[in-house]
């Protein structure tokens, strides 16, 4: 991402600025020679008149580039610097060449306008398009330097933008350059009218062929970019290769094979995942049985609470997903009980006032057993164990919570753990009939339990009692 703490000043050091100069310094040899070979008038001039004039210009250009510095030197947005001071740099050129064409014009009224154009025209050739170019590198240079700590996160600029800039730039800037230098002497009567064709045909081509050749560099430079984008949407086999035998297809392949073994990993990382669950269920699910089995209750028991529970929460309108958690959290719901003593646990006549107190810890002791883990599972396992027993008129325990204070997945495994155990034998009791737990659920219905849960119970008392029988106990 382009740091905005950095601004144009810092981009431009002593250094940086001593080069701008030499190169602004530079065009006055060149401009010399140049205006005179394009231009009769200009070339009629004393070269000390022409040499003064294009100073003076030089000297305005310096203004010209350090005042857009000044003024332009925040970070704009959506420009990264050293792009920015690059487009400086040209309208400075450009500000230049308008100077020159106004001095000229000025101190020469009698030339031609061709004549004021062409010394306007030779400031855009050789610094807005030429030494810009080379200005832009050492922007890019220096910026490398004062940026190294600093990670680009947003890429705004395209590398195929500025190939082709740069490509059609030293195109086109040397067939202008050269055809003006022929149309000159060609007026002159020095060079046939043949010639100029000729140099205006080669001059054609070779801007066709760079037209063709940056577009065709665009196009894969842009595969090269949806390769990339596609890796990043996590599209890893939507990748295409170019057939080129240069470092854009050797990138194009790279990233194809990229993709390929990341797509492989991402495979195994997710059947690892796949496995994990799988096991963290088992031992859910182990865990709960053995907490039953200590109790000394056999058969499928955690097994049917897990499969009423989903039923319920799915007919209740729960998410898919969330209905699948309670099931798998649900086995653990008197995983407490492996804290209780067997003494009180499998006792055989009816427990004491103190022995049920004990035996009512059970609840807040799975729940302490649970609740530090950040697993889905666990902590909806905490929820089940610590809830299970609240009542819905808040006579239940261990906190006497009330309606809606009672999560919904405790609600549920009561109505789920207690027609189950009614219609089981247990070390204290037989098992009842089915009339008699359905009696008493109605009779509980807004005491116990949940209104909506116990209509929901009996809309779907039909698949409740398939379930129960695919679920019956083996002794």
């Excluded at 022409?50 to 100073?55: C, E, G, M």
């Excluded at 202008?176 to 060609?186: D, E, G, K, Q």
């Excluded at 009696?439 to 219905?445: R, S, V």
Aim: aromatic share 12%.
């Amino acid at each position: 991402m382009q740091a905005t703490k950095y601004t144009i000043q810092d981009l431009l050091n002593f250094k940086t600025r001593v080069i701008l100069y030499l190169f602004s310094l530079s065009s006055i040899v060149f401009l010399q020679t140049f205006c005179t070979n394009i231009c009769p008038f200009i070339d009629g001039l004393q070269p000390l008149q022409l040499l003064r004039n294009l100073f003076i210009i030089f000297i305005l250009h310096l203004l010209y580039r350090e005042l857009l510095y000044y003024i332009f030197k925040e970070n704009i947005k959506n420009l990264s610097l050293p792009r920015q001071a690059y487009f400086l740099s040209i309208i400075s050129w450009v500000l230049a060449g308008i100077s020159a064409f106004i001095l000229h014009n000025y101190l020469y009224p009698n030339f031609p306008i061709s004549s004021h154009l062409k010394i306007f025209s030779s400031y855009i050739t050789l610094g807005a398009a030429i030494l810009c170019q080379l200005e832009y590198i050492v922007f890019e240079k220096r910026y490398k330097e004062i940026s190294k700590d600093i990670q680009y996160t947003i890429f705004n600029e395209k590398l195929s933008r500025r190939i082709i800039e740069t490509f059609l730039i030293f195109t086109v800037a040397p067939i202008i350059t050269l055809l003006l230098i022929v149309r000159r002497f060609n007026l002159d009567g020095v060079v046939d009218e043949h010639v100029t064709l000729e140099l205006f045909y080669v001059g054609s081509l070779m801007l066709i062929s760079a037209i063709i050749f940056a577009k065709v560099l665009k196009e894969d430079t842009k595969i090269i970019i949806n390769n990339i984008k596609n890796v990043k949407n996590k599209e890893y086999l939507n990748t295409k290769t170019i057939n080129r035998p240069d470092e854009l297809g050797e990138i194009s392949y790279a990233i194809k094979e990229m993709s390929a073994s990341i797509k492989q990993g991402i495979c195994k990382i997710e059947d690892l995942n796949e496995e994990i669950i799988n096991t963290q269920k088992e031992i859910i699910y182990t865990m709960g049985e053995i907490a039953e089995t200590r109790n000394k209750e056999t058969g499928f028991h955690v097994k049917r609470v897990a499969e009423y529970s989903k039923l319920l929460a799915l007919k209740l309108g729960l998410p898919k997903e969330e209905a699948e958690l309670l099931k798998q959290a649900s086995p653990m719901h008197d995983i407490g009980k492996i804290a209780i003593a067997d003494s009180i646990l499998n006792k055989l006549g009816k427990l004491t006032f103190e022995e049920f107190e004990i035996m009512k810890t059970h609840a807040q002791l799975g729940f302490e057993m649970l609740k530090h883990s950040n697993k889905p599972i666990l902590k909806a396992a905490a929820i089940v164990s610590l809830m299970h027993h609240e009542k819905w008129d808040g006579t239940g325990y261990p906190n006497a919570l009330k309606k809606e204070d009672i999560h919904i997945y405790g609600r549920i495994t009561a109505v789920a753990d207690v027609f189950d155990a009614l219609g089981s034998d247990r070390i204290y009791k037989k098992a009842w009939e089915d009339e008699k737990i359905f009696k008493l659920f109605k009779e509980e219905k807004g005491k116990h339990f949940d209104p909506k849960i116990i209509d929901c119970f009996f809309e779907n008392l039909d698949e409740i009692l398939k379930i129960r029988e695919s679920l019956k106990d083996i002794y």
